[in-house]
């Protein structure tokens, strides 16, 4: 069973914004461990964009700070990262963890082109 699963990905002019999504399987309860969403752009390293711990804390990457938002509904144990302001660099495949650094699992990845 796929540990989480992201949808929401696409192709976005620049200053554009996306909302993806990470659903949980039901053996992993988002409301207990943190949650991470990662992003690795061609030929680069996987990189840590934002995560949300299991009190709610969050955390971002400099990068996009004031841009992005890490969210959760756990009623239907689903995390959200809202994207505003997209930029070229943006451009990457982004990756759902579940617990820290894909302790729990890894979900197949969605792409985000920003691109005019």
């Known amino acids: 069973q796929v540990p989480v699963v992201e949808s929401g990905g696409g192709l976005v002019q620049p200053g554009g914004s996306l909302r993806l999504s990470c659903e949980a399987s039901?053996?992993?309860?988002?409301?207990?461990?943190?949650m991470e969403w990662y992003r690795q752009a061609p030929g680069k390293q996987r990189e840590l964009v934002a995560s949300?711990?299991?009190?709610?804390?969050?955390n971002y990457a400099d990068s996009v700070k004031g841009r992005f938002a890490i969210s959760r509904d756990n009623a239907k144990n689903t995390v959200y990262l809202q994207m505003d302001r997209l930029k070229p660099e943006d451009t990457a495949v982004y990756y759902c963890?579940?617990?820290?650094?894909?302790?729990?699992?890894w979900g197949q990845g969605t792409q985000v082109t920003v691109s005019s």
């Open positions: 963890s579940a617990g820290n650094a894909g302790s729990l699992g």
């Open positions: 039901g053996s992993i309860f988002i409301r207990f461990n943190p």
């Open positions: 949300i711990s299991s009190g709610g804390s969050t």
